[in-house]
């Protein structure tokens, strides 16, 4: 069992900045992805960013050049730096983490773990 909790997120103008936290506790030994996802109300869940076990990265397009995905082992935390927000980045956003092997990368929302989800609002 493995335990998400995410901090972060508000409501910025864009333009701005914005860091999410997902501090993972329990058996995280057993998984080898960890993933950021977002989600509009009504939409589906979209892969943001991918970090596995090895340090291969992974961006979906929207987001390419703009957010920044990175992990703090002696801590197990995940992170999402999100530089130069558009209101099109407004969205619930949850980490995730699971044992997916070459899955990791495909930003297909089909995790086991879960955190609660936290809220971006950005204001044009």
């Known amino acids: 069992e493995v335990q998400l909790l995410q901090s972060g997120g508000g409501s910025v103008q864009a333009g701005q900045s914005l860091k999410l936290s997902c501090e993972a506790s329990?058996?995280?030994?057993?998984?080898?992805?960890m993933s950021w996802f977002r989600q509009v109300p009504g939409g589906k869940r979209e892969g943001v960013a991918a970090?596995?076990?090895?340090?291969?990265?992974t961006y979906a397009d929207s987001v390419k050049g703009r957010f920044t995905i990175s992990k703090e082992n002696p801590k197990n935390a995940l992170y999402l730096q999100m530089d130069s927000l558009r209101p099109e980045d407004t969205a619930v956003y949850y980490c995730?983490?699971?044992?997916?092997?070459?899955?990791?990368?495909?930003?297909?929302?089909?995790?086991?773990?879960w955190g609660q989800g936290t809220q971006v609002t950005v204001s044009s």
């Open positions: 970090l596995d076990s090895d340090g291969r990265i």
């Open positions: 995730a983490a699971d044992s997916l092997g070459g899955s990791c990368h495909t930003l297909i929302p089909f995790f086991t773990y």
């Open positions: 329990g058996y995280i030994f057993g998984t080898d992805c």
